[in-house]
């Protein structure tokens, strides 16, 4: 399930799960709030930037993370890997089995290789905005 589909699919992935238009960059996670995404304004994520995390938070961001998993197994899983009877992977052999997971250990490694060169440009600007800062 390493796609996410058309852009459609992918839009309705960021708005659901990690931002939506009419948040600020100064929110406050606000529980019930419907503007609220639920990663990027959980408390856990906001209480990093403050407060600290406290353990009902992280047990929180955890429960929400495994919602988006679940989410995507519903959505793009179903539309990829459902049968008519049972899921795709129950048919395959050990030679299949072993081939998604390189497949997925390759996707994994170069989705780590661009946040490297994300991070490394983040410091970059950090270091031209903010220089004496560390």
């Known amino acids: 399930m390493n796609e996410r589909g058309n852009g459609t699919s992918s839009d309705n992935f960021n708005r659901e799960w990690l931002h939506s238009a009419e948040r600020r960059p100064d929110s406050q996670a606000v529980r019930g709030n419907p503007a609220s995404s639920p990663l990027a304004d959980h408390a856990a994520v906001v ?8 353990t009902d938070d992280l047990v929180s961001f955890i429960e929400s993370f495994a919602s988006l998993r ?28 072993i081939r998604e997971l390189l497949e997925e250990i390759a996707d994994a490694s170069n989705y780590l290789d ?20 560390d």
């Open 47 to 54: 209480g990093y930037r403050s407060i600290g995390v406290n």
């Open 114 to 133: 661009f946040l490297a060169i994300k991070l490394l440009n983040i410091q970059h600007t950090i270091d031209l905005v903010l220089p004496d800062c």
């Open 70 to 97: 679940a989410n995507r197994v519903k959505n793009v899983g179903h539309d990829q890997y459902a049968l008519a009877s049972g899921q795709k992977f129950e048919s395959f052999t050990t030679s299949d089995t």
